[in-house]
């Protein structure tokens, strides 16, 4: 059974530009978490989405980030205009259920950044 | 969400045991306590969750304090695998804010060979 997928592991985008990160989560999971972390800094809680459902948005900024986690498809992670701040690495998690005794299986990552 | 206090880094000995200790007495009666790792350049993995009795699997023990104010996360022999930074986790009992991870700023373990 692969695990979660995230492409691309590498990035690079100039100020301006559109980024798109893609998650395919584990084989049978229908349940997406997308975190964030800053350079020299801790993860962070971007979005929760289920199949065609935003579930909580709660850690996304409020303009230029969006996701999506469509019925058919990997799940994505879009950041318009890119600014400096936005180079860190992405990672996306994926669970079979929900539920705080459910464990959450992450990808390696799509590292961005900015130029 | 309920917070965790840990140490900022531990050192050990390959073939050592190693306890990481992890502090959350605000806990509620129904917070999961979760362990992740994360190793260099990967993403975070999961470790082991307990609610209140001591749990072991394959990676790792959690022992949990009788009173739930406190956590230590058992390796048995560390190996130079094993460095990495340990995230110890509450997990609410509320159904959305429960799904996501809050993340703290974790123990650096260093593993010596």
């Known amino acids: 059974n692969a695990g979660v997928m995230q492409n691309p592991r590498h990035l690079v985008r100039r100020r301006g530009q559109e980024a798109r990160l893609r998650c395919s989560p584990m084989?049978?999971?229908?349940?997406v978490y997308w975190y964030r972390q800053l350079p020299e800094e801790g993860l962070k809680f971007m979005v929760y989405l289920q199949k065609e459902n935003i579930i909580d948005e709660s850690g996304m900024p409020k303009e230029r980030f969006s996701a999506e986690f469509p019925k058919e498809g990997p799940s994505i992670l879009r950041i318009q205009q890119v600014v400096r701040g936005d180079s860190a690495a992405y990672f996306c998690a994926s669970s079979p259920l929900t539920g705080i005794s459910y464990e959450q299986y992450f990808g390696p990552g799509t590292r961005l950044t900015v130029t | 969400d309920a917070k965790t206090t840990q140490p900022n880094s531990m050192e050990s000995n390959e073939e050592e045991p190693v306890h990481l200790p992890c502090n959350h007495s605000t806990i509620s009666g129904t917070d999961y306590i979760h362990w992740y790792r994360q190793l260099p350049s990967q993403g975070p993995e999961y470790v082991i969750h307990?609610?209140?009795s001591n749990v072991n699997n394959r990676m790792a023990s959690l022992a949990i304090a009788e009173d739930r104010k406190s956590s230590t996360l058992i390796l048995h022999r560390a190996t130079l695998r094993d460095a990495a930074v340990y995230y110890c986790i509450l997990r609410d009992g509320l159904e959305t804010s429960g799904s996501r991870l809050t993340f703290g700023e974790g123990t650096q373990l260093t593993v010596n060979p």
């Open positions: 084989k049978g999971h229908s349940h």
């Open positions: 307990g609610l209140t």
